[in-house]
């Protein structure tokens, strides 16, 4: 049997978006016993994040100095930092490397580090992205965006992202008896993320003012939070808004939840929205572009970013329509968002590229 080695750098090991998906996608890999994996990283995260835990040898590297990937197959770097150490050290030179794009990185880097920090942190990893040529995105149009944006020798390839079973937490009973509170009142929309402008919630909030029968409930913080609560506060809906802070697994509540909204004008592809639709949670989401390979307003409630009567109009359908849109989930996350399809797209990629590789294509 002829082995096939993959290393992983990711930026840290918290349970953060990217770092979380090469830990789904390695448990994807798992059934192809010809597979070895390794995972290196650069920062253990915060301290106040849970830290995952991989099945695989986790190796701590110092950006400056350089480590030996001539054992490996295939480099898969994920996010700035590992692929700035994959062009400094020039292993895109040495070993088949692929570079995995979770976000739209302009949009993404401005807002949450301003314009002008933004805008350079994008050039500088840009630079390092036109030395890396395989390029994995999760669908056409983030596709076209980078193939604009990067030089043109580059490779993609599209592969929708799948998470695994999730697994059973107990609930903590103060956290259940706070939500339990405002269901026997109210009908709740949940959402999940880092409360900053891009993820929108503020429309979540405007919501409340125009539905008196539903309430909202918050996972996450950020640097929005105060005025997320300010917003309540002056539109007299903050005793029908919940903040429940970052924790882990905030899906073991979602069986409470009539609807999870994914407000964000901006995404790679949200891991927490992938998670509501694998416990049959009905999905509202912003009409952007890269989801539109996937689904549409026969699946999900769609509505269109700021536009606060698009937005309470398609939640309302979901609210109205909530098991058809709940089956609709549960459909979604076996045919098109499983496990077993990310982990069978990248083992096939991994083939090819070696192939391609061996033959001198």
Same mark, same amino acid.
């Given at each position: 049997m002829i082995i096939m080695k993959i290393a992983f750098l990711i930026p840290a090991i918290d349970a953060m978006g990217p770092n979380i998906f090469i830990q789904n996608l390695i448990e994807g890999l798992v059934p192809y016993k010809n597979v070895e994996c390794e995972v290196f990283h650069f920062d253990r995260g915060s301290k106040d994040i849970r830290q995952l835990v991989f099945p695989v040898k986790v190796t701590k590297l110092d950006f400056g100095k350089e480590y030996d990937f001539s054992s490996f197959d295939i480099v898969h770097s994920n996010m700035p930092v590992p692929d700035l150490y994959v062009v400094r050290h020039k292993l895109y030179k040495k070993n088949i490397c692929i570079s995995t794009m979770h976000c739209f990185y302009e949009t993404d880097l401005v807002q949450r580090k301003g314009w002008l920090k933004g805008l350079i942190e994008k050039n500088v990893w840009k630079y390092a992205l036109n030395k890396i040529h395989n390029v994995i995105v999760s669908s056409t149009n983030m596709k076209e965006y980078y193939e604009h944006e990067l030089s043109s020798n580059h490779v993609y390839d599209i592969i929708p992202y799948g998470i695994p079973i999730l697994e059973r937490y107990d609930v903590d009973p103060l956290i259940e008896a706070q939500i339990a509170s405002l269901k026997n009142k109210y009908k709740l929309v949940c959402s999940c993320g880092t409360l900053i402008k891009r993820k929108g919630f503020h429309q979540l909030v405007k919501y409340l003012v125009h539905n008196?029968?539903?309430?909202?409930?918050?996972? &996450? $913080?950020?640097?929005? =939070?105060?005025?997320?609560?300010?917003?309540?506060?002056?539109?007299?809906?903050?005793?029908?808004l919940l903040f429940l802070g970052y924790m882990n697994a905030p899906y073991r509540y979602y069986h409470l939840m009539d609807a999870f909204a994914m407000c964000s004008n901006s995404e790679g592809f949200g891991l927490a929205l992938l998670e509501a639709m694998q416990l049959g949670t009905p999905i509202i989401c912003t009409n952007l572009p890269i989801y539109s390979d996937y689904f549409g307003e026969n699946e999900v409630g769609l509505f269109e970013f700021d536009d606060q009567d698009s937005f309470n109009k398609a939640v309302d359908k979901v609210l109205r329509q909530?098991?058809?849109?709940?089956?609709?989930?549960?459909?979604?996350?076996?045919?098109?968002?499983?496990?077993?399809?990310? &982990? $069978?797209?990248?083992? =096939?990629?991994?083939?090819?590229?070696?192939a391609l590789n061996t033959h001198g294509v």
């Amino acid at each position: 049997m002829i082995i096939m080695k993959i290393a992983f750098l990711i930026p840290a090991i918290d349970a953060m978006g990217p770092n979380i998906f090469i830990q789904n996608l390695i448990e994807g890999l798992v059934p192809y016993k010809n597979v070895e994996c390794e995972v290196f990283h650069f920062d253990r995260g915060s301290k106040d994040i849970r830290q995952l835990v991989f099945p695989v040898k986790v190796t701590k590297l110092d950006f400056g100095k350089e480590y030996d990937f001539s054992s490996f197959d295939i480099v898969h770097s994920n996010m700035p930092v590992p692929d700035l150490y994959v062009v400094r050290h020039k292993l895109y030179k040495k070993n088949i490397c692929i570079s995995t794009m979770h976000c739209f990185y302009e949009t993404d880097l401005v807002q949450r580090k301003g314009w002008l920090k933004g805008l350079i942190e994008k050039n500088v990893w840009k630079y390092a992205l036109n030395k890396i040529h395989n390029v994995i995105v999760s669908s056409t149009n983030m596709k076209e965006y980078y193939e604009h944006e990067l030089s043109s020798n580059h490779v993609y390839d599209i592969i929708p992202y799948g998470i695994p079973i999730l697994e059973r937490y107990d609930v903590d009973p103060l956290i259940e008896a706070q939500i339990a509170s405002l269901k026997n009142k109210y009908k709740l929309v949940c959402s999940c993320g880092t409360l900053i402008k891009r993820k929108g919630f503020h429309q979540l909030v405007k919501y409340l003012v125009h539905n008196e029968s539903a309430a909202v409930i918050l996972f &996450g $913080r950020g640097v929005l =939070e105060g005025e997320l609560r300010q917003m309540a506060q002056e539109l007299g809906v903050q005793n029908r808004l919940l903040f429940l802070g970052y924790m882990n697994a905030p899906y073991r509540y979602y069986h409470l939840m009539d609807a999870f909204a994914m407000c964000s004008n901006s995404e790679g592809f949200g891991l927490a929205l992938l998670e509501a639709m694998q416990l049959g949670t009905p999905i509202i989401c912003t009409n952007l572009p890269i989801y539109s390979d996937y689904f549409g307003e026969n699946e999900v409630g769609l509505f269109e970013f700021d536009d606060q009567d698009s937005f309470n109009k398609a939640v309302d359908k979901v609210l109205r329509q909530k098991e058809y849109f709940k089956a609709q989930s549960l459909m979604l996350s076996k045919n098109v968002f499983s496990l077993a399809n990310m &982990g $069978r797209m990248h083992y =096939e990629y991994y083939n090819k590229l070696i192939a391609l590789n061996t033959h001198g294509v």
